[in-house]
Nanobody, 124 residues
Framework: QVQLQESGPGLVKPSQTLSLTCTVS??????????WSWLRQPPGKGREWIGYIDYSGSTSYSRPLKSRTSISRDTSKNQFTLQLNSVTPEDTAMYFC????????????????WGQGTQVNVSS
């Protein structure tokens, strides 16, 4: 059984960098053909795909967030990390990591495993 667990600070100040880690157990992040995504859901809004890193280490990002986003991985720890720079209060959201078997920029049934989510608030 694959499990994903998000971790990171729950409060980030405006203009700073949000950094979250997803720790994966029960399966390797280097196993084909899987894609490892970050998504978020702001309060009162729909879920939004942020980006992914695939089994080979290739990345893809949401166009609106691309200039501020970086996703990397530590294969020795079986973790992948989201960094979102220059955050504003609009980046306040529940952040999720998830796995898909195919390349996707969706936010629903495309994913077979999800983390429980972690709330991040951007506030001074």
């Amino acid at each position: 059984q694959v499990q994903l667990q998000e971790s990171g600070p729950g409060l980030v100040k405006p203009s700073q960098t949000l950094s979250l880690t997803c720790t994966v157990s029960g399966g390797s992040i280097t196993t084909k053909p899987f894609y490892w995504s970050w998504l978020r859901q702001p309060p009162g809004k729909g879920r939004e795909w942020i980006g992914y890193i695939d089994y080979s280490g290739s990345t893809s990002y949401s166009r609106p967030l691309k200039s501020r986003t970086s996703i990397s991985r530590d294969t020795s720890k079986n973790q992948f990390t989201l960094q979102l720079n220059s955050v504003t209060p609009e980046d306040t959201a529940m952040y999720f990591c998830a796995r898909s078997e195919q390349m996707t920029m969706g936010w629903g049934d495309e994913y077979d495993y999800w983390g429980q989510g972690t709330q991040v608030n951007v506030s001074s």
